[in-house]
């Protein structure tokens, strides 16, 4: 659209809901990852991670969701990929164009 601002990352994270969009993708990846008949021993080491969200560790480091999004973003979109979840690979793109 001509004359749209969009938010850029490089000059502020004003105007772009970064913790919001990861809290909301971590709903939809929890979907898949929390079903028993998907689940594998990757998405239990990824969920054990997500359980220490928000938790410091000994160096008083605390992992967050957009955090663990970037470090695992090729796996969470052949996840999505996968399953056929636009809406998810949507907002996942949105997340990494703006916030990664």
Request: glycine share 6%.
């Amino acid at each position: 659209m001509q004359g749209e601002i969009k938010p850029d990352r490089y000059v502020s994270f004003a105007g772009i809901e970064g913790d919001k969009n990861s809290c909301e993708l971590v709903a939809m990846l929890r979907r898949y990852i929390d079903d028993p008949q998907r689940g594998n021993p990757f998405w239990d080491k990824f969920k054990d991670k997500l359980a220490r969200v928000g938790q410091p560790d000994l160096s008083g480091r605390c992992l967050d969701e957009l955090f663990l999004i970037h470090s695992y973003l090729n796996n969470i979109r052949e996840l999505f990929e996968f399953y056929d979840d636009l809406p998810a690979l949507e907002l996942l793109e949105k997340i990494e164009t703006e916030s990664c």
